[in-house]
């Protein structure tokens, strides 16, 4: 089945520094792959996506490459503010018996300190 | 647009107890999904519901269920509460769920304690 491996955290960065959170995944199909934000007490939020391999998501200064050669679809950010402290989770989107299905990492939790 | 909307906000729930959950989501989508998350934990699909119908159910006892209305708004059941029931219930829906290329709109979820 389709399953989705994250980086364990807690990851902590001064502000500034670069991100690299890692999310690798298996698939049988041809995924879509998804970047969700989740703030404190807060619901999840889609932060980016990219819906074929080669196709680069990017938003608020985070960037994923889905790569289908390594399947792996890593975020990154070059310089990380406190207020990106958050939960990040990745997450994959496929066909199964003809509807969507979707599948979680774990989440990553990212601590920014000034 | 509205976002999707959960409620209630928190609810403290003794064990043995049921208890409701509500959603509604995002006008126009047909698909709910309901996520358990708790502390410390990732999201752990509980259930799936598009045009009334349960499509999909994940690993968890029978003692959660649920419901999709004919507006779409979804209630989670979970009956005869256990402390590891815990968590923020997540709710979520979707504009297209024959296509994954879609994303999921998340809720702000509801707290659930169970004493």
């Known amino acids: 089945g389709d399953s989705v491996t994250q980086m364990e955290g807690p990851v902590t960065l001064s502000e500034e520094a670069f991100l690299t959170i890692n999310c690798t995944y298996t698939?049988?199909?041809?995924?879509?792959l998804f970047w969700y934000v989740q703030y404190p007490g807060e619901g999840l939020q889609l932060l980016l996506k990219?819906?074929?391999?080669?196709d680069k998501g990017s938003n608020k200064g985070f960037e994923a490459t889905y790569r289908k050669e390594t399947t792996s679809f890593h975020l990154e950010k070059g310089s990380v503010q406190v207020s990106d402290s958050a939960v990040y989770f990745c997450?994959?989107?496929?066909?199964?018996?003809?509807?969507?299905?979707?599948?979680f990492g774990t989440g990553t939790k990212l601590q920014v300190i000034p | 647009e509205a976002g999707v909307t959960q409620s209630p906000t928190h609810l403290i729930k003794t064990r043995g107890q049921q208890v409701t959950l509500r959603c509604s989501p995002i006008?126009?989508?047909?698909?709910v999904y309901w996520y358990q998350q708790a502390l410390g934990l990732g999201l752990q699909f509980l259930l799936w519901?598009?045009?009334?119908?349960?499509?999909n159910r994940g690993n968890f006892p029978p003692r959660f269920s649920g419901r999709q209305f004919p507006n779409y708004s979804s209630e989670l059941n979970v009956n005869a509460l256990e402390l590891e029931d815990s968590a923020l219930y997540l709710c979520?829906?979707?504009?297209?769920?024959?296509?994954?290329?879609?994303?999921?709109?998340f809720g702000p979820g509801t707290r659930l304690t169970v004493t």
């Open positions: 979520a829906s979707s504009l297209v769920t024959r296509d994954p290329t879609y994303e999921q709109y």
């Open positions: 698939a049988t199909g041809y995924p879509s």
């Open positions: 990219a819906t074929k391999a080669d």
């Open positions: 997450a994959l989107s496929d066909r199964s018996g003809g509807y969507q299905k979707v599948t």
């Open positions: 006008s126009g989508h047909t698909s």
């Open positions: 519901y598009d045009e009334g119908e349960e499509r």
